[in-house]
């Protein structure tokens, strides 16, 4: 039998979605499902992961549960292909979770990069939450429930899948060959991988206020950019400007085509020729600014104007979820029946084992 090409990726449901989520993975998922290259793709909303940080925040989660749905039929993710599903909605995710504990270490977690990085800006001191600790666990649950074969992410994801790789061969070497070890996808573009905040910040993020957000309406996406943090020493126009930690030139980096240069900015022939520009000098950044606002509007105009159309049918919105939690729970049901059947805790299912007694 010939492996099927499976996609399973997914998001949080702690806030709208912003233009680094749609630059790192997004984007990515609409180009793949136009491809027809895979037979099933799961999109996740992880309600269950999200609460493993904002236990005291249930409130939250629950209410941004239709704006991600909304963000991601924006972005045109398209129901007829894909199931779009919550994670809390298919129980069978964390009977596989609670197997999976039992094959990795309290220590090998604690050196995940991306937990590690989370600790520390979660400040829980002593009082980390279990369900926190055992999320890269759950994650695995997530992606094998569903015979995964891709998972299209930003790099900060890697490790939650290269430890879903060694709980797969754990598994496989215990019970044959059962589940199924995934790839990361990452976005060919680096500069996508990890969109800066407005403010030049690492890291975009909801509680820093650096975001553009996906449903940020035009004027609001203007006003981000025209205030975007640039290169701080220059100064003057004809000062030499670093685009290397710009965030204007990264976000350029990853949105602006050759097409875009030929429909606002004619005299340069790409962003090669507008970088050398502003590293020599004579290049001001309200013109750079103007053109990535372009540029932004180009990409977001037509998100938006989706976004809004299923923002007028929340009921619509809803019976997509059911559907996508439907088909997703009866995936991951297969899969359990095959996992506990290797594991042949599937007791009622064999007489012979009521028949010894030895231990
Ligand atoms: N960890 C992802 C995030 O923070 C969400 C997620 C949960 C996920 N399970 C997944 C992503 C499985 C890819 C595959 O956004």
Redesign the pocket.
């Known amino acids: 039998m010939t492996q099927k090409q499976i996609i399973?990726?997914?998001?949080?449901p702690t806030g709208k979605l912003h233009i680094g989520h749609y630059a790192s993975s997004l984007r990515s998922r609409v180009a793949l499902q136009q491809t027809g290259q895979f037979d099933e793709i799961y999109i996740?909303i992880?309600d269950t992961?999200a609460l493993t940080d904002n236990a005291y925040n249930f409130d939250k989660i629950r209410n941004n549960i239709l704006n991600v749905a909304l963000d991601y039929l924006g972005c045109g993710i398209d129901p007829e292909k894909c199931h779009i599903f919550v994670q809390s909605q298919v129980p069978e995710l964390f009977e596989l979770t609670a197997y999976y504990m039992n094959f990795v270490s309290v220590s090998r977690v604690s050196r995940n990069p991306t937990i590690k990085e989370e600790l520390k800006m979660r400040q829980f001191n002593s009082q980390i939450p279990m369900g926190f600790l055992n999320y890269p666990i759950s994650?695995a649950a997530?992606?094998t429930a569903f015979d995964a074969t891709c998972?299209p992410?930003g790099d900060d994801?890697l490790p939650?899948i290269e430890l879903t790789g060694e709980i797969v061969h754990t598994f496989n070497r215990l019970y044959g060959d059962v589940l199924v070890k995934p790839e990361a996808m990452l976005s060919a573009n680096a500069a996508s991988n990890r969109l800066p905040g407005t403010d030049g910040k690492a890291k975009m993020s909801k509680s820093l206020g650096n975001c553009i957000y996906l449903a940020d309406d035009k004027e609001t996406v203007e006003k981000k950019i025209m205030s975007m943090y640039t290169d701080p020493n220059h100064i003057k126009i004809s000062d030499p400007g670093n685009c290397t930690d710009n965030p204007v030139f990264i976000y350029l980096d990853a949105f602006a085509t050759d097409e875009h240069f030929q429909k606002y900015l004619p005299e340069y022939e790409n962003l090669e020729a507008l970088k050398a520009h502003y590293e020599r000098g004579g290049l001001g950044d309200i013109k750079v600014k103007r053109f990535l606002n372009q540029v932004m509007q180009d990409v977001l105009t037509p998100i938006r104007e989706r976004r809004a159309y299923y923002e007028k049918r929340p009921m619509e919105v809803r019976q997509i979820l059911i559907d996508g939690s439907e088909a997703a729970r009866k995936k991951a049901a297969e899969t359990l029946k095959r996992v506990r059947g290797a594991m042949k805790i599937n007791y009622f299912d064999d007489e012979t084992l009521f028949q010894k007694t030895e231990d």
């Open positions: 399973l990726t997914g998001d949080r996740m992880a992961q994650q997530d992606i998972v992410v994801q939650m």
